[in-house]
């Protein structure tokens, strides 16, 4: 938690979200995975945590570009389809907190986005760590329950 009070606590000069959004993967990746790419489609981050990958994009600066963070936990199709999205729909509604699963390119993923309209140094830190520990948490287990 020492990030994010130091994050939260600098008032002295406004940050970047693209700095804060490196100060906050440089404190939770391992194994110095971390890589970021700069495209047409503003910045993309992934790096790894714990058993997954976590992926963070950045379309850009002004209030209404889109701070996206994502992590697959289960690739589709599975052997239950019905049990794993009953699961899923049960998870978002009470263990997911501001984050939801959802499906991307038939992968099931954690995922939260939000504009960067009034986006706070707190609110990119605690987007990042709920994917990655929710997905973190939850992947190896789905995988064990679901996979076909």
Same mark, same amino acid.
Request: charged share 20%.
């Given at each position: 938690?020492? @990030?994010?009070?130091?994050?939260?606590?600098?008032?002295?000069?406004? %940050?970047?979200? $693209?700095?804060?959004?490196?100060?906050?993967?440089?404190?939770?990746? !391992?194994?110095?995975?971390?890589?970021?790419?700069? #495209?047409? @489609?503003? %910045? &993309?981050?992934?790096?790894? $945590?714990?058993?997954?990958?976590?992926?963070? !994009?950045?379309?850009?600066?002004?209030?209404?570009?889109?701070?996206?963070?994502? +992590?697959?936990?289960? %690739?589709?199709?599975? #052997?239950?389809?019905?049990?794993?999205?009953?699961? &899923?729909?049960?998870? @978002?509604?009470?263990?997911?907190?501001?984050?939801?699963?959802?499906?991307? @390119?038939?992968?099931?993923?954690?995922?939260? !986005?939000?504009?960067?309209?009034?986006? +706070?140094? #707190?609110?990119? +830190?605690? =987007?990042?760590?709920?994917?990655? %520990?929710? =997905?973190?948490?939850?992947?190896?287990?789905?995988? =064990?329950?679901?996979?076909?």
């Amino acid at each position: 938690m020492d @990030n994010l009070e130091t994050l939260t606590q600098d008032t002295e000069a406004p %940050t970047s979200h $693209y700095d804060l959004i490196e100060t906050v993967i440089s404190s939770l990746e !391992q194994n110095d995975s971390a890589m970021v790419n700069h #495209g047409d @489609n503003g %910045t &993309l981050w992934k790096f790894q $945590y714990g058993s997954v990958e976590v992926f963070v !994009q950045l379309t850009g600066e002004k209030e209404e570009d889109l701070l996206t963070v994502w +992590s697959p936990v289960i %690739t589709l199709p599975v #052997g239950d389809e019905l049990g794993l999205l009953r699961k &899923l729909m049960a998870m @978002n509604w009470s263990e997911t907190f501001e984050t939801c699963f959802g499906i991307c @390119n038939d992968q099931v993923v954690v995922l939260s !986005q939000r504009t960067v309209a009034d986006l +706070s140094a #707190g609110e990119i +830190s605690r =987007a990042v760590t709920l994917v990655a %520990t929710i =997905a973190d948490d939850n992947d190896e287990a789905l995988q =064990a329950a679901f996979d076909a």
